[in-house]
């Protein structure tokens, strides 16, 4: 079920009230920038872009057609 099919244009707008602690999370589970990411669900990249831009290599998918378009325009 594509949840984002109707709200993609709000995620982002949304996502800028996020305290963005997961993302210092994510990156001190990383072991090395070696690491190699696959983000399920990366939706508009808010997550998997943030690491491209730390030097990890990502690789994102989403179901989401809608929110890829955002990402994919990132
Ligand atoms: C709440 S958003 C999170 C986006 C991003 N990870 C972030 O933290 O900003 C959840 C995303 O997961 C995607 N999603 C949900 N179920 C999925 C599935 N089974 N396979 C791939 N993507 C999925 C949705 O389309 C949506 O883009």
Redesign the pocket.
């Known amino acids: 079920m ?3 099919k109707n709200t993609f244009r709000f995620y982002d707008l949304i ?1 800028t009230d996020f305290d963005n602690d997961d993302l210092k999370f994510y990156e001190n589970f990383l072991r090395s920038k070696n690491s190699k990411v696959l ?6 990249g ?2 998997s872009i943030w690491l491209a831009n730390h030097g990890y290599s990502v690789v994102g ?4 057609e809608e ?1 890829l378009g955002v990402f994919k325009k990132k």
């Open positions: 594509n949840l984002y996502a983000e399920v669900g990366c939706g508009t808010r997550v998918l989403d179901l989401s929110m």
